[in-house]
């Protein structure tokens, strides 16, 4: 039946499930939950919508706030989204690199943005939004590596709504990033599937993305618990992006680079299981890479290696 | 022999070299091999006897932490060292809010550490290539 929405903001979730029978065909069925098809077109709709909603109730929020956040897309580009349905004014800091149309895209949500050096990456855009918020406390930063309603988003939304859709489900493969997704989806479908398997997809840095002084200089979000994946599997550039094209050429379906590598993953841990269901959430659609110079890279791992991509 | 490949952040403590090998039947041996080799190592790599939090280690691709951490059996694998990162956050700084990684996850699913154990799960081919620059136009399936 179809209905009206009040709002963009009661179309976040409720994403599409399809069957990849052709990129993975035999025996285990995969299934793609297609993020892509929220309103700004990436699963951090979910996240953001939640982030500030929970600010509301906790009474954090008053109309008129100022929002910060470092990003370097689709959690930026959601921000924008709620941020202006709801009256808040959202700055926005991202590298300097970031690519044209996320940057184009933040400007015609609203935003504005603030440039960090591009060679520090996202790392740069974390520090200079700590910076600003420390020398001025009207700012609020959702601040997504650390804010348990992003895994909650994907508990309530993307892990209800698979448990909702399938009767069995092995295997759930998502991409790591905050750890958001993989956190609140698999303890969802855990309680549903006691057995599931949650596997993370996680990229393989570049060379030029790993200058940090010392490890001790690295990162664990806090919202990520990594003894609650079962499995972790590095995903090169390369396979990423052979994968997505290999989706769009097998099932139409037209994924972000970490899309690429949940579904190559996906499929692998497939290939392992004699039958099952495994289902893999893809982030966002391929829309926002279209300016990136790896589609006719004859070396697809050097053209990506300056970028971290998810 | 394992071969192990060494991300930036570490290569001062090798020489300079991208890649190292070392010995050992399990990770654990192997990381102490590695440590009597370049002794710089060996406090960025444990913590107590154990890995530390901010070095994540992969065998043949898959986390350790995900497999039977320190005490997996290598066989033949590579390994490869990388910083801990968060995706969108490489290298934040550890002031904002970061915490240990949690070790020694056990894998709950035993028909898949079975299947692991029988050697029917893949390892990626393209990960196994540690030194050899990609060249070729062919696409690597795994």
């Known amino acids: ?310 | 022999m394992t071969a192990i490949r060494i991300p930036p952040t570490l290569r001062t403590e090798v020489g300079g070299e991208r890649q190292v090998e070392a010995y050992g039947g399990n990770v654990r041996e192997v990381l102490e091999d590695l440590a009597r080799r370049y002794p710089a190592l060996e406090p960025q790599l444990f913590e107590a006897g154990e890995l530390a939090s901010f070095v994540n280690v992969y065998l043949g691709g898959e986390d350790i932490r995900t497999l039977d951490g320190l005490d997996t059996t290598v066989d033949g694998l590579p390994l490869i060292l990388l910083p801990a990162m968060a995706g969108g956050a490489p290298g934040a700084p550890a002031a904002i809010g970061s915490r240990r990684a949690e070790p020694g996850s056990a894998a709950r699913s035993r028909r898949w550490t079975a299947l692991r154990r029988e050697g029917r799960a893949e390892h990626c081919p393209s990960l196994l290539r540690l030194s050899a620059p990609r060249r070729e136009s062919g696409r690597t399936r795994c």
């Open chain 1, 1 to 310: 039946m179809l209905t009206t929405a009040d709002s963009l903001l009661s179309l976040v979730g409720n994403t599409p499930l399809v069957e990849l029978s052709r990129f993975a065909p035999g025996p285990v069925r995969v299934y793609a939950k297609l993020e892509g098809q929220n309103p700004t077109g990436s699963i951090k709709d979910r996240v953001a919508k939640a982030m500030i909603e929970a600010a509301e109730a906790a009474g954090e929020l008053e109309p008129g706030r100022r929002l910060l956040e470092p990003t370097s897309g689709n959690t930026g580009i959601s921000l924008a989204l709620v941020a202006k349905l709801k009256g808040y004014p959202l700055t926005c800091v991202l590298p300097a690199n970031a690519t044209e149309e996320r940057r184009r895209l933040l400007q015609l949500y609203g935003a504005e943005l603030v440039e960090s050096p591009g060679e520090e990456g996202s790392n740069g855009a974390v520090r200079l939004a700590l910076e600003l918020a420390e020398r001025d406390s009207s700012w609020f930063m959702p601040f997504q590596y650390g804010n348990d309603a992003n895994p909650r988003a994907h508990y309530d939304g993307t892990g209800a709504e698979i448990a909702e859709a399938l009767q069995r489900v092995d295997v759930l493969v998502a991409g790591l990033g905050t750890g958001g997704t993989l956190m609140g989806t698999g303890e969802r479908l855990r309680e549903s599937f006691p057995d599931v398997v949650v596997a993370a997809a996680e990229p393989l840095p570049g060379e030029h993305v790993m200058g940090l002084r010392s490890l001790a200089d690295g990162y664990v979000p806090p919202i990520l618990d990594v003894s609650k994946l079962d499995r972790k599997l590095l995903v090169s550039n390369e396979e990423s992006v052979a994968a997505l094209r290999e989706l769009l050429d097998a099932e139409g379906i037209f994924g972000g680079v970490s899309a690429g590598a949940v579904v190559h993953v996906a499929r692998r841990l497939a290939r392992e299981l004699d039958d099952g269901v495994v289902v893999c959430v893809l982030a966002d659609a391929g829309w926002k890479y279209l300016s990136a110079d790896f589609w006719d890279a004859a070396d697809v791992e050097t053209s990506m290696e300056r970028t971290v991509w998810w």
